[in-house]
């Protein structure tokens, strides 16, 4: 159901009410968090209120992980517009009648400015007269600088908001296309990269890498959520260490990571991955509450190549399969569809 878009000066009461409650909460006043609080008292999400609701009542109350959270499960859609970004596109067209107004108010000013000039230059007049239109163009002269003046300030007080919401859409935008945990791209940063490469040219030279870690859910289990994320983000550090200017890296979702390489030969991205694989090996961690050394860490990889005009579901769904098939044969390895199978 679509809902009717709200008037600037309700968006301006909103905003000046959310702007009190970050500072009386002390709440970082972030583009997301903004855009959270912003439906919330909206009221255009009930579930999104219901759970901000009880995140109030929680003793530690609202923070920026439960603003991403929020944000990512109820408001980072693909839609054309933002709330913010239509806030943005309003304040515009509020702006652009202020100055339509002002126009015409210095049109009719200015239309009787040159009727008094006529009558003083054709007509005869008494001094009684006289009096009358002096007193006449002193006053549409002041009213003219009045609204000037006026206009002015609006313009400036409009300008001013519309650059903060425009950093803070730019801002928002760019949050929302990266992973919280590991600062990578996101698998909406991932959907976007892969349809825009997949419709240029050559797109056949095109290699999707697919990775995730080795029995992770047992490592998770074994030494807790906290110890995972770790791993995790070690895996994306590496992943950043030895991506080249052209690679896409982002975090596929859970403990898969996707990488998107253009331009390349089979050999290059193996040997790529190869690269990822043995440095992720070497990597010896320990807990930094007990000083206990984790166990070797490893990953398994697995690489397609683009087919022209095949579907994006079917160009991962083949580098899902070498990632399955690299597990399959003992996990640790890279597997590419031009393998032979063993045996």
Partial sequence: MNMQPDTFEKAQKIFQHISEIFEEKQINPSPTNYLVWYSYFKGDKPKLRQELDLILQDPFGFSDRAGRRLYAEYLDEDQEQSDLDKLFKR?????????TAWTNKLETSTHQLDQYSQELSHNQLNQEELK??????ITTTAQ?????????????????EIQRLKRQLLEARAESMQDELTQLGNRKAFNLAIEELTTQEPAASLYLIMTDIDHFKSFNDRFGHLVGD??????????KKERKINHTSCRYGG????ILIPNATTEQAKDHAETLRQELQKVHLKRKDTGEILPDITA???IAQYRQYESIDEFIKRADDMLY???QQ???RVVTEFDQDPG
């Fill in 325 to 327: 098939r690299a597990k």
């Fill in 91 to 99: 304040l515009l067209d509020a702006m652009m009648k202020k100055l």
């Fill in 132 to 137: 009358n239109l002096t007193h006449s163009m």
């Fill in 230 to 239: 770790s791993v995790l983000r070690y895996l994306a550090n590496i992943l």
């Fill in 255 to 258: 403990e898969e990571f996707a």
């Fill in 330 to 332: 003992g996990r640790n």
């Fill in 300 to 302: 398994s990889f697995g």
């Fill in 144 to 160: 003219m600088r009045d609204h000037n003046q006026t206009f002015q300030k609006e313009l400036m007080t409009a300008l001013t």
